[in-house]
């Protein structure tokens, strides 16, 4: 009872040219429209895609570019406090060479 209430339904709301399994002159020519439209719809998309890569590999060389002369710039700027911080410190342990020498000659 269940199969032949499928086989009504299945009868009334399938497509009579998926029944018979025959492709018309008009259905072909729809079909090929379709896979033209579809074709070219990929294709555009393919473009984009292609365009987009470009566009992110720009950015990203620009961006790499930006990031290497910051870090060439704060490499220096590291190397000069060092330097400074080294003439800082032999500056002070001379000086306080000096006060203790004074200090001793008082004594």
């Known amino acids: 009872e269940m199969a ?4 009504v339904i299945y009868t009334r709301y399938s497509d009579p040219l998926a029944k018979s399994g025959s492709i018309g002159p008009a259905n072909a020519s729809d079909a090929n429209k379709e896979y033209m439209r579809t074709r070219k719809y ?5 473009e984009s895609l292609k365009r987009q890569i470009r566009k992110d590999t720009s950015q990203n060389k620009r961006d790499f570019e930006r ?3 910051e870090n060439v710039v704060l490499v220096r700027e590291i190397n000069t406090l060092r330097r ?3 003439m800082n410190s032999e500056s002070l342990k001379l000086k306080e060479m000096r006060v203790e020498e004074k200090r001793k000659e008082r004594l």
């Open 4 to 7: 032949n209430y499928v086989k």
């Open 42 to 46: 990929l294709e555009r998309s393919v």
């Open 67 to 69: 990031m290497m002369r």
């Open 84 to 86: 400074e911080y080294q």
